[in-house]
């Protein structure tokens, strides 16, 4: 069963528009961990939040997360067409070994 | 290119039969992960290995085994296929077994069963 569960669904931005995703998550978590999946591909790796952090940047990412609302963000500033992707977050769980994806947000980015 | 590899990219096969996906986890790497994503069940864990030995289970059918052997490449064997078996297969890998660490994803493998 899925643990993440993002919102939106589906996203769709001009260019150079900032995007914005959210993460709820319903069990005590280790960390949080956000992928990127074109369409089709495999996923590849964006960010790593623990769970004693409440906000994380790499490049043009800042994630957010607020382990009382169980909750994360994930913002994507300035975006690209290249952005153009389905967007994941993973939970690893305190009291499970497997990591637990949502169902995903598709993030259209129009040029 | 992350440097996970699986093999065949492309499967179809019929109902009832058997198949195995292989997955080259990361140079130095410990850890792989086997993953189904279809339409409607999203990305849903199945198994870990570790260094040769079952680590931890997710959602993973009776029907469905994995292997890890000596050299860390894994193998997924799936049988007695069904139409609801048609997905897409990743596999991941990990340096090792902590929960801190990044999974690194394979290309999957994409499974039509007819």
Request: charged share 20%; proline share 3%; aromatic share 8%.
């Amino acid at each position: 069963s899925q643990q993440g569960e993002e919102d939106p669904q589906a996203l769709s931005i001009q260019e150079g528009e900032n995007a914005t995703m959210n993460c709820s998550y319903k069990t005590s978590i280790n960390n949080l961990q956000w992928y990127r999946q074109n369409s089709g591909r495999g996923l590849v790796h964006l960010i790593l939040i623990r769970s004693n952090e409440r906000e994380k940047h790499s490049g043009r990412l800042r994630v957010t997360l607020d382990t009382s609302k169980k909750s994360s963000s994930l913002l994507i500033t300035a975006s690209r067409a290249a952005d153009t992707a389905s967007y994941f977050c993973a939970t690893d769980g305190k009291s499970n070994n497997d990591m637990r994806f949502g169902a995903g947000t598709r993030l259209t980015v129009k040029p | 290119d992350s440097g996970v590899t699986q093999t065949p990219k492309h499967l179809i096969t019929a109902t009832g039969q058997r198949v195995t996906l292989r997955c080259s986890p990361r140079s130095g790497d410990l850890s792989v992960y086997w993953y189904q994503q279809s339409l409607d069940q999203g990305l849903q864990f199945l198994i870990q290995y570790y260094n040769g030995e079952e680590r931890a289970k997710g959602n993973i059918l009776e029907r469905f085994s994995a292997q890890q052997f000596p050299d860390l490449h894994s193998e997924l064997n799936l049988s007695s296929l069904e139409l609801g078996d048609s997905a897409l297969y990743f596999c991941a890998s990990s340096a090792t077994d902590r929960d801190e660490e990044t999974q690194y994803f394979g290309p999957g493998t994409r499974l039509l069963v007819l």
